[in-house]
């Protein structure tokens, strides 16, 4: 089993930054996608950021075109810690960030962290 536990979200004004952090434990593989997703109230849950870690495509990334530019996704893989660098932030980044971590095709989330930007 994987544990993941969010942490950083909050209240912050449009243009302002914050920064999520996501832990994992438990039986955590060398070869994951940890990331971020997001779900606004009454819309479904979306992509933000993933990051690979191990294998051949190990430190890829995908963005989803709404953040890039704007959000950053790193990884301490030591630590086990996916993080989201959120720069430049519009009320319609306002959601619930879930932290998300995939392994040979299984995946696991954590419980969410609201953020919300106000105009």
């Known amino acids: 089993q994987v544990q993941l536990v969010e942490s950083g979200g909050g209240l912050v004004q449009a243009g302002g930054s914050l920064r999520l952090s996501c832990a994992a434990s438990g039986s955590i593989f060398s070869i994951n996608v940890m990331g971020w997703y997001r779900q606004a109230p009454g819309k479904q849950r979306d992509l933000v950021a993933t990051?690979?870690?191990?294998?051949?495509?190990?430190?890829?990334?995908n963005y989803a075109d709404s953040v890039k530019g704007r959000f950053t996704i790193f990884r301490d893989n030591f630590k086990n810690t996916v993080y989201l660098q959120m720069n430049s932030l519009k009320p319609e980044d306002t959601a619930v960030y879930y932290c998300?971590?995939?392994?040979?095709?299984?995946?696991?989330w954590g419980k969410g962290t609201l953020v919300t930007v106000s105009s």
């Open positions: 990051m690979t870690s191990g294998g051949s495509t190990s430190g890829s990334t």
């Open positions: 998300n971590l995939a392994q040979y095709g299984v995946p696991y």
